[in-house]
């Protein structure tokens, strides 16, 4: 059973940066292709940014193209989300996904595996 733990969650001020990380309880995590999602209270989860299992390929959601950088560290089995310029509409509970495919898919019925997710939280 693959299980993913996600960190760096928090309250931010409106433009600061953070970055979240997410660990893979699996030796072979390169074959997995790893994705971010971002959910608030009465809405859909929301794709943001995904990253092929090489990291040749990577899609983001427009609303964060320019300000987040999704990347990953196979030999730490861990998958990244930095993001800059934060703003309240950022604010929601980010999870991460992992999807055994060699395909980038951006809806969550792509991904089989998923955290528990950790809250940003940003406001002035």
């Known amino acids: 059973q693959v299980q993913l733990v996600e960190s760096g969650g928090g309250l931010v001020q409106p433009g600061d940066s953070l970055r979240l990380s997410c660990e893979i309880s699996e030796r072979s995590a390169s074959t997995y292709t790893l994705a971010w999602f971002r959910q608030t209270a009465g809405k859909e989860r929301e794709f943001v940014a995904a990253?092929?299992?090489?990291?040749?390929?990577?899609k983001y959601a427009d609303s964060v193209k320019g300000r987040f950088t999704i990347s990953r560290i196979n030999a730490k089995n861990t998958v990244y989300l930095s993001m800059d310029i934060l703003a309240p509409e950022d604010t929601a509970t980010y999870y991460c996904?992992?999807?055994?495919?060699?395909?980038?898919?951006?809806?969550?019925?792509?991904?089989?595996?998923w955290g528990q997710g950790t809250q940003v939280t940003v406001s002035s």
């Open positions: 990253i092929s299992r090489g990291g040749g390929t990577i």
């Open positions: 996904a992992a999807a055994f495919s060699a395909l980038v898919p951006t809806a969550p019925l792509g991904y089989s595996y």
